[in-house]
């Protein structure tokens, strides 16, 4: 591709701090990496992997994140400078541990832009899909403008791309149940300017679930505004904006009238959002078995201290926080203290990969297993005794014994099931 050749300079946007990177680009490194193409059906992407099969699921995925994006903008990159992306995993993880990597490249033929993956488990932790969007965006603010060498520019505001990003995880995976009420019942109602001066990437896990649920209820306002489509538009025509701030998000949706009114509506969607009908937990089976499957998808077949220690072993105990964070909303309640266990654990070991704690993973694991199996054995019980009860029941013969000089039993415990027992229960 002639492009190549006449690449200048490599502006590099790191997705999680947002911090502009210069450096020179080597055009025979990046033809060696990019020997493989495919592109997508609508021409939009193009996808270079020397592995088949992880070149379509980069493809598939950047197909799904382009239609979350076209709920919100209409615009879309053209044929003619399709986003690049470019499947680096085996190349060293760039510094500072990001996975996905989005970049803006200016060439003599314009603006090129492109989202380098050095980490697979980007695919199933949504960490791509972001990198995607975050492209995506960056192609809409500065396509009419493209940046220059030495000139800052503008990132997309994290929420937007949160929002987006979480839209798509709940798409695939469900709402954590609870997480809405835990905003509610913080203490304090959720400042919307504070809101949207928080940065994403600093936030510990708990907190990132938070802002998450916070960032999919605004972007839900603002597809519910009269502007809807053309509101975004308007947002994205001046990419010098401040992404912090509320007055460039009014002046896109001038029916949102003031900062008040947006909050309140944000408010409002929060609230209602916490009043979802799922409250009820999952059982100790379905949290065993999503439990299991949470550190499948992390340790490959390794324990966790060797996936750990293990390249991108830090941004996998990340993810996997975030993921045991999410199921602690919705677990049976006796799952909670060992959900919590894990996830201290996993929190340690992202920046401590070799602190000591297979003796604790141990120990965990063993309780674990007593729980479950002490769970089967309440539920078998549970269930033989309803099974005798009716059949008991329907015998019309049966009458049940009693004791009328029993001696009586003053204990708490036997006080309530007497009074159980006196209203037929």
């Known amino acids: 591709m002639a492009w190549k050749r006449r690449v200048l300079i490599l502006l590099a946007v790191c997705l999680s701090g947002g911090v502009l990177l210069l ?55 053209g044929t003619a400078a399709p986003i690049i992306l470019n499947d680096k995993t085996r190349s060293a993880m760039p510094r500072g541990g990001s996975a996905v990597v989005p970049l803006i490249f200016e060439t003599e033929a314009g603006m090129k832009v492109q989202v380098d993956l050095y980490d697979e488990a980007a695919l199933r932790s949504g960490g791509f899909d972001a990198g995607v969007l975050s492209a995506l965006a960056l192609h809409a603010m500065h396509r ?16 937007l791309i949160e929002g987006l990003t979480e839209e798509l995880r709940r798409s695939r995976d469900g709402m954590p149940d609870g997480v809405y009420s835990a905003l509610i019942q913080s203490g304090r109602p959720p400042e919307l300017a504070a809101f949207l001066r928080q940065k994403p990437e600093i936030l510990d896990a708990a907190s990132l679930i938070l802002y998450r649920a916070q960032a999919v209820s605004l972007l839900r306002v603002l597809k519910k505004a009269n502007e809807s489509k053309k509101g975004f538009v308007a947002l994205f025509s001046d990419p010098s904006f401040p992404s912090g701030e509320v007055d460039p998000i009014i002046s896109a949706f001038p029916s949102l009238r003031s900062e008040s009114e947006l909050s309140k509506l944000w408010t409002l969607m929060i609230a209602r959002s916490s009043m979802l009908p799922r409250m009820a937990s999952l059982t100790v089976e379905q949290s065993e078995r999503e439990l299991v499957d949470i550190l499948k998808s992390v340790n490959g077949g390794q324990s966790l201290p060797e ?119």
């Open 307 to 425: 996936a750990a220690k293990a390249r991108g072993g830090a941004f996998l105990m990340r993810e996997c926080t975030v993921r045991l964070f999410n199921l602690e909303f919705r677990a049976h309640p006796l799952f909670h203290p060992l959900l919590e266990e894990y996830r201290n654990i996993v929190t340690r070991l992202a920046s401590k990969p070799k602190a000591p704690v297979s003796s604790k993973i141990q120990e965990l694991e063993n309780t674990r297993m007593l729980l479950v199996e002490r769970s089967r054995k309440i539920a078998d019980y549970l269930n033989w005794f309803e099974v005798t009860q009716l059949d008991e029941a329907e015998n019309p013969h049966y009458q049940p014994s009693r004791t009328p000089d029993a001696i009586p039993r003053n204990n708490p415990y036997s006080l309530y099931l007497d009074s159980l027992e006196a209203r037929g229960w």
């Open 144 to 159: 009419d403008e493209p940046p220059r060498a030495g000139k800052a520019f503008s990132m997309p505001p994290p929420w």
């Open 23 to 77: 450096s020179t680009a080597s055009v025979r490194a990046a033809e060696t990496s990019l020997a493989v193409a495919s592109s997508s059906q609508g021409g939009v992407f193009v996808a270079f992997s020397q592995d088949r099969d992880l070149r379509n699921r980069i493809l598939r995925a950047a197909d799904d994140a382009l239609l979350e994006w076209g709920k919100i903008h209409d615009t879309q990159a």
